[in-house]
């Protein structure tokens, strides 16, 4: 018997009539069993997220000692999408009591966690389906990383003889008792967590788009649509900043080789985006299946002779950036050089300087450089490998576009090519080496 999950995001809850476009599609397939929810998101631009909301109301009770002029925000936006569904629920004394618990805790997670809380709440109304607490059955260990297979177990101890059940996203139950949040974004992560809980045949992902595109829209006037990529391709281009999934998300459905189908709440119809395991994926035949950039990334470039020879040198590098907490994206490196690349936000406050006179002392380099303002553009797929003669498609188009190059990794699995332009480039090179892959 097949068995979906299906996680709605904050636009899927913004207000009653979307919500009731929920239970349609919801109620249109029986296997769409359990439904994990977000807090309702952004109604119109401009709009603010209840999520926000309640960050504000966090920041209120410090300054004020409770939250009483945010928190009416939050209780007429419940109220009237209660009123919207027409359903009889009483929301207020629910409000009341996240209200008093707000202000009671004190407790920025807990807080923060209330808009997944309420529209979960209410969507197992609307659904007469079972409301399974997040806080009882999703648990963190004591690093911080969400605890497998206790999370497992009392899942499903939950659903037993549930027909149907709704929980809500983005939180779980920290190690010290405590609700605790995942970061922006992770009801995702919850949603992933349930499918692999009861080993879902998929886990279907509505959102406001109709799936992965293969780059930006801003940056390429309607770019094509992916209908299947592998896990792998998407953690490359959700790292780079294509974000319709928390890139986080995969982590517990990949290891159960679950699919997860990125569908509309708006376009049911549309076909969407599969994200495949690998061991059910088969190419779609095209080269690249996508294009992403990010900016704001500083290269540091190290040059020593016989650097090959000298034993421990990368490790004495890489324990300066240790020493100061500071990942690590990507090390590119050479016969007698090798470049960090790291984010530039990660180097705020004198660190740069520090990590610079560290490699200094560790390694005396003949020499030391850094670049500033590279963006990084990834192009993935995993038709590059067997192909040949991609890397000097993509480095024509660039040339051709007039981008200057100014570092190039290949990840270890042939699944990507990766750039590194000046952030003034980013747009042009994306667009220069969509046109060579896709045309137009
Ligand atoms: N509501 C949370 C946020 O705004 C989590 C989520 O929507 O996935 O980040």
């Known amino acids: 018997m097949a068995v979906k999950v299906c996680k709605f ?16 599609i919801i109620e249109s397939d029986k296997d769409r069993k ?16 209840i999520t926000d909301i309640l960050y504000q109301c966090h920041r209120e009770v410090e ?30 004394s629910v409000l009341d009591e996240t209200e008093r618990r707000i202000n009671a805790e004190k407790d920025e997670d807990f807080t923060a966690s209330r808009g997944e809380y309420l529209s979960a709440r209410v969507m197992a109304e609307v659904l007469g389906a079972k409301f399974i607490d997040a ?21 499903n101890d939950a659903l037993r003889g549930a027909e149907k059940a709704v929980f809500p996203g983005f939180y779980g139950r920290g190690y010290n008792g405590k609700v605790k949040t995942f970061s922006r974004g992770g009801s995702d992560i919850s949603g992933a ?71 509309n709440t708006f376009r049911p119809e549309d076909e969407g985006t599969l994200i495949q395991p690998s061991v059910y994926y088969t190419p779609s035949g095209s080269i690249v299946t996508g294009i992403a950039g990010k ?41 007698d050089t090798m470049s960090v690349v790291i984010e530039s936000s990660a180097l705020k406050d004198g660190k740069l300087e520090l990590i610079l006179q560290g490699i200094k002392e560790a390694v005396a380099p003949d020499v030391l450089r850094v670049n500033e303002d590279i963006a990084l553009i990834a192009t993935v797929g995993h038709g590059m490998s067997s192909s040949v003669g991609t890397s000097a ?34 747009e042009k090179c994306i667009r220069a080496i969509y046109r060579e892959f896709f045309g137009n």
């Open 9 to 24: 995001g904050g636009t899927s809850m913004a207000d009653g009539n979307v919500m009731s476009r929920v239970r349609n």
């Open 63 to 92: 300054e004020r000692g409770a939250c009483g002029a945010s928190f009416e925000l939050i209780r007429n936006r419940f109220n009237s999408i209660v009123r919207e569904l027409n359903i009889d629920f009483d929301i207020n």
């Open 393 to 426: 498609r993509l480095f024509k188009a660039m040339a051709e576009a007039s981008v200057n190059v100014r570092m190039i990794d290949q990840g270890s699995s042939e699944l990507n090519i990766i750039v590194g332009v000046k952030n003034e480039d980013c």
């Open 193 to 263: 967590i349930v499918a692999r809980a009861v080993n879902a045949t998929v886990y279907e992902n509505w959102t406001d788009v109709s799936g992965f595109l293969a780059c930006d829209p801003r940056i390429v006037d309607s770019p094509r649509r992916i209908k299947a990529l592998s896990y792998k391709e998407l953690r490359e281009l959700s790292y780079m900043g294509a974000n319709v999934l928390h890139s986080e998300s995969i982590f517990p459905v990949r290891k159960a080789n679950i699919p997860i189908h990125i569908k």
């Open 295 to 335: 900016k704001d990334f500083t290269v540091i470039f190290i040059e020593k002779s016989l650097m090959n020879y000298q034993i421990g040198f990368v490790r004495k590098v890489l324990s300066v950036l240790e020493k100061y907490n500071v990942p690590v994206e990507h090390i590119p490196s050479g016969i």
């Open 135 to 155: 806080e009882d059955v999703i648990f963190f260990d004591k690093n911080g990383a969400y605890a497998a297979a206790k999370s497992d177990k009392a899942i």
């Open 34 to 49: 359990y439904v994990v929810v977000s807090a309702p998101g952004k109604r119109y631009s401009g709009d603010v997220k």
